[in-house]
């Protein structure tokens, strides 16, 4: 009679989390561009202070505005992902 030896359970293979940290890195480089986007605005001379203000703010406005989209298109390409996985 040969002895058999029992091989050990497989160990689950633990998932690498890479989305969260990307998202996180694509937020904190929004908002590090929003912050110095909304700096510009201080540096204007005195006789174009409303022009550049209002530069400054439809600057910053379009920022934000590309920040949405960026978190949607990310949102539903996770989505999309997890589905898939399954």
């Known amino acids: 009679m040969t002895k058999t030896r029992m091989q050990p359970a497989?160990?689950?293979r633990h998932r690498h989390?890479?989305?969260?940290?990307?998202f996180l890195a694509v937020q904190l480089?929004?908002?590090?561009?929003?912050?110095?986007?909304?700096?510009t605005g201080s540096d204007c001379s005195p006789d174009y202070q409303g022009?550049?203000?209002?530069?400054?703010a439809i600057g910053?406005?379009?920022i934000i505005a590309l920040w949405v989209a960026?978190?949607?298109?990310?949102?539903?390409?996770?989505?999309?992902?997890?589905i898939f996985r399954r």
Do not use: H, N, S
């Not at 480089?29 to 700096?39: C, S």
């Not at 960026?70 to 997890?82: H, P």
């Open 10 to 12: 497989p160990q689950p």
């Open 17 to 22: 989390r890479i989305f969260p940290w990307i």
């Open 29 to 39: 480089l929004f908002l590090a561009w929003v912050i110095m986007g909304g700096e």
């Open 51 to 56: 022009a550049c203000e209002t530069g400054t």
């Open 60 to 62: 910053v406005g379009l």
């Open 70 to 82: 960026v978190d949607i298109i990310l949102a539903l390409t996770y989505m999309v992902f997890k």
